[in-house]
């Protein structure tokens, strides 16, 4: 990974964790001296790295993994702030990327229950719950939303 | 990637699909842990597949659900 796409990514990190949600091009642009082109391009090399995923229709993020840019059934509190996780992984991984205890909150697929997990020191409150993870690892990035 | 209230609840939810993996939720956190911890470091760099692949090790995530490609 080039540095000049290293140091946006970390920027796009960064201003995902303060925001609570996922920083516009446009919003890039002006944190980091460029244009919202610039923005885009460096983005999509990221893009093809894995590094984030963008929205094939409006080239904003969709995902900065853990982090998700639109609204899912994952929810995850920390450090006063709240954000949108990818799937039941990515939200005990937004605790992680914080360093923060925390509580998640979404529900279970089969029966509708809502689950609410407080993580503290790395741990889950719960431990009763199961997670299932139905893509094998070497197709994840063959559809990463689905996955 | 979901959680589930129990393993019945995931077989009925699979509804005869080919199950994929089931681990501890206390598992899962170790994992998110040990894959996600550096993401927001300043330091950070991407992880390389044979890294990756040995959190999984390490974790006891074996076999070939999930090996890497």
Known sequence: MKEGNLALRNLTYARFAELGRAPTAAEMAAAAGLDRAEVIAAWERLHAEHALVLDPATFEIRMANPFSGIPTGFRVQADDRWWYANCAWDAFGICAALYQDGRIETSCPDCGEQLRIAVRDQRPDDESLLFHCLVPAARWWEDIVFT | ?69
């Open chain 2, 1 to 69: 990637m979901n959680l589930f209230r129990s393993g019945e609840h995931i077989e009925r939810w699979l509804a005869g699909r080919e199950p994929g993996a089931t681990i501890s939720v206390a598992k899962l956190s170790e994992l998110a842990h040990a894959w996600w911890g550096d993401r927001l470091s300043p330091g950070w760099r991407p992880h390389t597949r044979h890294a990756n692949q040995a959190i999984l090790d390490q974790l006891g995530l074996a076999g070939d659900f999930w090996r890497l490609p």
